[in-house]
């Protein structure tokens, strides 16, 4: 059983930045690709970003890219999420995931398919206001 714990979020003005941390644990010697995705009032849970286990391949869905960057931690399995001129539609409770390290590698296509992700953090939640 992994178990994931995500740290940061809060309140922020359009324009103005925040950073989300998670770290993953459970696992012995194991370097787990991880994910971040959201979910805005009445709506679905959508991909944010992700990074595999060795840091390599980084994903962006479209909206965030050039705004958020995702990175890998010196402790392996931790990463943080930099989020950088947020836009009020930024709003949501953003979750960060782990993949079974049995599972597939990532790709571009699988990483937004909620079926690769196998354990989630409780989410924190981001108010960006107008």
């Known amino acids: 059983q992994v178990h994931v714990v995500e740290s940061g979020g809060g309140l922020v003005q359009a324009g103005g930045s925040l950073r989300l941390s998670c770290a993953a644990s459970?696992?012995?010697?194991?370097?787990?690709?991880m994910g971040w995705f959201r979910q805005a009032p009445g709506k679905g849970r959508e991909f944010v970003a992700a990074i595999s286990w060795s840091g390599g391949d980084i994903y962006y869905e479209d909206s965030v890219k050039g705004r958020f960057t995702i990175s890998r931690e010196n402790a392996k399995n931790t990463v943080s999420l930099q989020m950088n001129i947020l836009k009020p539609e930024d709003t949501a409770v953003y979750y960060c995931t782990v993949p079974s390290p049995y599972g597939p590698t990532l790709t571009s296509t699988n990483v937004r398919s909620l079926a690769l992700w196998d354990y989630w953090g409780q989410g924190t939640q981001v108010t960006v206001s107008s």
């Open positions: 459970g696992g012995t010697d194991v370097i787990y690709s």
